[in-house]
């Protein structure tokens, strides 16, 4: 790394404290299917991280530019999925984070969600990564699967530039070979070097990009041991994707968590937390 921003910072996203010594939790359906799945979803998830004492964002995609098949459902499109999502967050009580693609959606979405995620695939995109800086709002950007660790000092400054630092980084897996990505739990701590939170995204890390022909696989079976290990590493945030039916989703099923995994997964994720955070884990 050439750069460091140390201590790492720590910002609110709604009622939820993200960064410093606490571990904090992003969740929900890939994309919004509908208004009431995502509504119990959300209730389900804020409920369960406000026993556990675990800050919480309600995750879920409007409209998913990046399928495999030009079939592949993207979800109820800008007018009615960010409607929704304000729904969502109103009627929840949950603060809210959406992916964006270009700078409209930047503009348009910041208007309905408290954080605006960049795909990982857009990672260098410079327009889009001035776009989401310039709202104001928190910003998660996703570490490209093309990316190295260190590759990202750069991505981070160009949101930094607009004066924007409210930022998460987040780890989904790194391309190995054709159809596959390998997480590297070396990129936690170098990540974490920006002085930023590092979020690790368990479900997309085991994501079969294309895997199943017209649309990605997964093998979400992994997705709890990569978790328990990158918390180990030092993230104090996670990322899944978490469904009613996952065999049933409308994206991304194969990679996502079944709902009534959470709690035990988030309680292990606790344990660890816990046990390493005294002794920050640095390269």
């Known amino acids: ?18 960064g410093g010594d606490r571990l904090f939790f992003i969740g929900g359906p890939c994309v919004l299917e509908s208004k009431e799945l995502g509504l119990r979803i959300a209730r389900f998830l804020k409920d369960l991280c406000r026993d556990l004492d675990v800050p919480y964002i309600f995750k879920s995609s409007y409209d998913k530019a990046n399928r495999t098949s030009v079939s592949a459902y993207r979800g109820p499109g800008p007018e009615r ?34 954080v605006l995620q960049v795909p990982a695939f857009l990672a260098r995109q410079t327009d889009l990564l001035r776009a989401v800086g310039e709202t104001g709002k928190p910003v ?42 390998v997480v590297d739990m070396r990129s936690i701590p170098l990540l974490a070097q920006l002085g930023y939170p590092v979020v690790f995204d368990a479900t997309h890390s085991v994501q079969l990009p294309g895997g199943q022909g017209s649309r990605s696989g ?34 991304d099923g194969p990679n996502s968590l079944p709902l009534e995994e959470a709690r035990p997964l988030l309680t292990r994720l606790l344990a660890i937390h816990r046990a390493v955070r005294s002794s920050p884990v640095t390269p």
């Open 1 to 18: 790394m050439e750069e460091s921003h140390n201590p790492m910072k720590s910002f609110k996203v709604g009622d939820a404290l993200v």
């Open 81 to 114: 999925g960010l409607r929704e999502l304000r729904e969502i967050r109103e009627e929840a009580g949950v603060a809210v984070l959406t992916d964006v693609h270009d700078v409209e959606q930047a503009r348009q979405a910041a208007r309905f969600v408290d």
């Open 140 to 181: 998660n950007v996703k570490k490209a699967q093309f990316l190295a660790p260190w590759d990202m000092a750069r991505v981070v400054e160009k949101i930094r530039a607009t004066g924007n630092d409210r930022i998460l980084v987040t780890e989904r897996g790194t391309q190995f070979g054709y159809n596959n990505l």
């Open 218 to 251: 997964g093998q979400r079976e992994f997705a709890a041991p990569l978790a328990c290990a990158a918390v180990a590493a030092g993230a104090c945030g996670v990322f899944c994707e978490v469904h009613e039916n996952p065999d049933e989703a409308l994206c």
